[in-house]
């Protein structure tokens, strides 16, 4: 049993100051505490209680590069940050493209104690972007995600036939990678006054723009449901609200480095703000963070992408894509939606589990609901100097952040513990 | 560790002190004097992963004069093409004892990626698009003598700016030292922004009288900028240094090109080699400039 006292929890009805108590893998009572002999007892001291988060957009590089990350410590990483859970993207090597590589993903993945990890599978066989992958069998294994994240399926009529292909399956979702590669060939960062400094080839927000507008026109003309993942550009929140407006099944995320930093920070050419899409411009920093506000960007995605520090220690141009993000999402989040409890577990626990079909995630804190929760204290300052990830790639590395989270909850057993 | 990486953020002052030791040397070496052995007994090494025969030629040149053993690194004949990585290069070399690392490199910020790696004073000899200081010194060194001034000279650099480490080093430090610049070129071989603030034109002609020096580029077509032109003749129709456009510029202004020309292309050769030509001048000037960067990266370590 595990009671947590002086909380302000998340319900049904909004915030309340209350007692929690788990028993088991479920929340058994939310107010007083029944009874606590032998409990362990969490002062948790004013700070939030809420579901824990839920990230729709990992890289675990199980298989294929575990010396970046594994899916234990992973796992792991994902605790830290307060999320209890996470689906990991199939660009694996090999990656997960039919029914065996599914199920030998899924099947790793149940092995997990630290957090719920769930699989997405690829749009096209071995992320080629030629021919549709075996959607059925990876469905029938529990796969309900897909995407060829890395890459956008490049050739429009492949994909409205995906699409239209997934609109048949219930809970299916085409979750889409937005850059057209003929935009951003050879580019290191955003196109803008820090690229033509550098003289680096720049990547255009258009590279992003024309694919998210043509994904768009054909989850429109074939119902299917579509996720755009990490937005990154004003354009592209203007089409993605438009869209939603006049009834286009579209969801979208945004990482928490596209939240907190634009292309000014690159002035030093740090490989660990090195990703896709690259940190934009001010102006699309700030529209991001109004449609987060908004719910026009329904969730906050890390894209925790790990990459060994002798990887990152190289020439900018020579560096691989992507930073990691678990463990600091949480405060930069907060930062950005500002101190409203209830919209910012909403972006990061209820939207993305609802999107993601995550099932016994992002339930608000009621007696009954399943025991996955997290303590998170949107005051307490620090400043991030190791990982659980095994790698160290983030940009927020030494960085004063505030807001931290105190523990995480995994069904019913305490998966991180901090400074309680 | 000193060396120069970058003229981003110098000061005018430091880059009139260098521009003072390169007038210097240019004076001695017009005049036949002695030199002074500044650099007996230290070894410079030059490291260049791009070719350039001509850069390092005036570097090596520039490092004998004062009395500096030279070391010469070029990757196609050595373990470069063997798959070893560009840090262990760096730390190879400036193991074997070195005292300046001068390196010319494909990629942005290998010069400071050097400098922090091996702890020894680089000397950028040119990085990717972005930097070429010893070529900024030169030409600001070349225009001191023959305006006898900087300060209010208004010079319109022409063609290839997006794919120009030269442009860009300008950039950095020509407006520090008192001259107004404007870039001019076609709209897809400019920079997609502008966070220098300077003016910039599409069309050369409309600039031509108000400008005392055209700086002309050449069009970077290993860097991909043919695929931003419909044709060479195009180019050399609407921005070519010809007879006709020499007749708009005002009486004293003056031609430069950092080479190599390519003649019938950016400028014909009554640009090229009519009396506005200060071509020969930036050559000559290469080698006291170069003496005097080596001289500081050097002087400031011990």
């Known amino acids: 049993m595990i009671v947590i006292e002086n909380g302000r929890v998340l319900r049904a009805n909004g915030v309340e100051e209350a007692t929690v108590t788990v028993e088991g893998d479920t929340v058994t009572a939310v107010g007083s505490a029944p009874g606590r002999n032998g409990a362990r007892v969490i002062d948790a001291r004013g700070a939030w209680i809420g579901p824990g988060f839920v990230d729709l957009h990992v890289h675990f590089r199980e298989p294929g590069q575990t010396w970046k990350e594994d899916l234990e410590s992973g796992a792991r990483s994902a605790a830290a940050g307060g999320f209890t859970a996470v689906l990991t993207m199939p660009n694996t090597d090999p990656p997960v493209d039919d029914g065996p590589s599914a199920r030998r993903a899924i099947g790793a993945a149940r092995a997990i104690g630290a957090a719920r990890v769930e699989v997405a599978g690829a749009l096209t066989r071995d992320r080629a972007g030629v021919e549709m992958a075996d959607f059925d069998s990876m469905y029938d294994a529990g796969v309900r995600v897909f995407t060829d994240d890395g890459d956008s399926v490049p050739d429009a009529g492949l994909l409205r036939r995906i699409m239209t292909y997934l609109a048949g399956l219930p809970g299916a979702v085409v979750a889409e990678h937005a850059e057209d590669v003929r935009l951003t060939e050879g580019g290191q960062l955003h196109e803008g006054s820090m690229s033509a400094l550098h003289g680096l080839v720049g990547l255009p927000g258009a590279g992003e723009d024309v694919i998210v507008a043509r994904d768009l026109a054909l989850a429109r003309a074939t119902g299917a449901r579509l996720h755009i993942q990490h937005v990154s550009t004003g354009a592209s929140v203007d089409l993605i609200r438009h869209a939603r407006a006049t009834g286009v099944a579209v969801t979208a995320e945004v990482t928490p480095h596209h939240l907190a930093l634009d292309d000014t920070a690159l002035a030093d050419l740090d490989p660990n703000l090195k990703m896709y899409p690259p940190l934009r411009a001010g102006s699309d920093r700030k529209a991001v963070v109004s449609a987060l506000r908004e719910g026009v960007i329904d969730a906050v995605a890390t894209d925790h992408a790990p990459h060994a520090s002798a990887e990152k220690d190289v020439p900018f141009e020579q560096a691989p894509r992507g930073v990691i993000g678990l463990e600091t999402a949480a405060a930069i989040a907060c930062a950005a939606l500002g101190a409203d409890q209830a919209t910012f577990f909403d972006r990061m626990s209820l939207a993305p589990a609802r999107l993601g079909g995550i099932d016994r995630h992002g339930v608000l804190v009621e007696p009954g609901s399943p025991a996955n929760l997290v303590l998170f204290d949107p005051g307490h300052r620090w400043a991030p100097k190791v990982f659980a990830s095994k790698s160290v790639n983030s940009p927020f590395l030494g960085k004063g952040l505030v807001g931290k989270v105190l523990a995480t909850i995994y069904e019913g057993q305490i998966s991180y513990e901090g400074e309680l | ?302």
């Open chain 2, 1 to 302: 560790m000193n060396g120069l990486l970058t003229l981003r953020g110098m000061t005018t002052g430091q880059l009139e002190s260098l521009l003072d030791l390169g007038q210097r040397y240019r004076r001695m070496i017009r005049a036949g004097s002695q030199l002074p052995q500044t650099l007996h007994g230290r070894t410079i090494t030059t490291a260049f992963f791009e070719p350039s025969t001509r850069t390092r030629l005036s570097f090596e040149k520039a490092a004998a004069a004062l009395g500096a053993v030279v070391m010469s690194f070029t990757p196609e004949t050595s373990s470069t093409s063997k798959g070893e990585t560009f840090r262990d290069t760096v730390l190879t070399l400036t193991a074997m004892g070195t005292d300046v690392l001068v390196l010319r490199h494909s990629l942005a910020d290998a010069a400071d990626l050097a400098a922090r790696w091996s702890r020894v004073p680089v000397v950028n000899a040119g990085t990717g698009r972005r930097e070429h200081p010893t070529q900024t010194l030169i030409d600001a060194l070349t225009l001191r003598e023959h305006f006898g001034g900087l300060h209010g000279l208004r010079m319109g650099i022409v063609g290839d700016i997006a794919n120009s480490r030269v442009a860009r080093s300008h950039l950095a430090a020509l407006p520090t030292l008192g001259i107004e610049l404007t870039l001019v070129g076609p709209p897809t071989l400019l920079p997609t922004a502008n966070p220098w603030g300077v003016r910039i034109s599409a069309e050369l002609d409309d600039e031509l009288g108000d400008l005392d020096v055209i700086y002309l580029l050449r069009i970077q077509k290993e860097r991909g900028a043919g695929s931003g032109l419909p044709s060479g003749a195009a180019y050399a129709r609407h921005y070519g240094m010809n007879e006709e456009r020499l007749s708009m510029l005002k009486p004293n202004s003056v031609i430069m090109h950092p080479g190599p020309m390519n003649r019938g292309v950016e400028l014909d050769d009554s640009a090229a080699d009519g009396e506005r030509s200060l071509v020969l001048q930036q050559v000559a000037n290469g080698v006291p400039m170069r003496m005097a960067v080596l001289e500081s990266a050097i002087g400031e370590e011990s």
